[in-house]
């Protein structure tokens, strides 16, 4: 079954990184990938495959449901302010 990458909820990755400290730069070195991939996953300018999406929760230790906002909306959580 396919799943469609484009209903998915808002990534969370940049909230993540920012929590742990962790520089584009470093995130983007980490994947393998350049500084303006990482940009456009971030700013939702590309959607990741899921492989991707896979080494981005691997490369931050968290599922990858929890790259979501909407993991943490069903755990009963407030979704963080996205302004």
Do not use: C
Not at 12 to 24: A, F, H, P
Not at 45 to 61: C, M, T, W, Y
């Amino acid at each position: 079954m396919a799943v469609n990458i484009y209903a998915m909820p808002i990534l969370r990755i940049k909230e993540i990184l920012y929590k742990r400290g962790i520089t584009n730069s470093a995130f983007a070195a980490g994947l393998g990938i350049s500084r303006m991939g990482v940009y456009k996953i971030l700013n939702e300018k590309s959607n990741p495959s899921l492989e991707r999406l896979q080494q981005i929760a691997d490369f931050l230790g968290v599922k990858v449901g929890e790259l979501f906002e909407d993991y943490n909306s069903k755990k009963g959580s407030t979704p963080p302010n996205h302004t």
